[in-house]
């Protein structure tokens, strides 16, 4: 069974940074793109940023420049840095067309989130 574990939210002043991580597990066999969404209070879920299995990013406009997004092989993390109040969101990792040893079908996987509070 595929699983995503999100872990490295929390509460940050202003201008501070926090580092997410998610582990993709389960009989993988491959993931085309992993990245970050999140969802903020009485809004719908928005793209953070993605990276592709080769290694290329994708980011929001609202966060350029102040995150970054790696992976390494079914890990994917997210290094967010200047954080702002609007920041504040549950942010949920993705595993994009993500194909497993038992079947060859191509399948879209969702961590459970984990929650980023920016205040003072």
């Known amino acids: 069974q595929v699983q995503l574990a999100e872990s490295g939210g929390g509460l940050v002043e202003p201008g501070g940074s926090l580092r997410l991580s998610c582990v993709a597990s389960?009989?993988?066999?491959?993931?085309?793109?992993m990245g970050w969404y999140r969802q903020a209070p009485g809004k719908q879920r928005e793209l953070v940023a993605t990276?592709?299995?080769?290694?290329s990013p994708n980011y929001a406009d609202s966060v350029k420049g102040r995150f970054t997004i790696s992976r390494e092989h079914h890990t994917v993390y997210l290094q967010m840095n200047d954080l702002r109040p609007a920041d504040t969101a549950v942010y949920f990792c993705?595993?994009?067309?993500?194909?497993?040893?038992?079947?060859?079908?191509?399948?879209?996987?969702w961590g459970q989130g984990t929650q980023v509070t920016v205040s003072s």
């Open positions: 993705n595993a994009d067309r993500l194909r497993t040893i038992y079947s060859g079908a191509y399948e879209d996987y």
């Open positions: 389960g009989g993988i066999f491959s993931i085309d793109a």
């Open positions: 990276i592709t299995a080769l290694g």
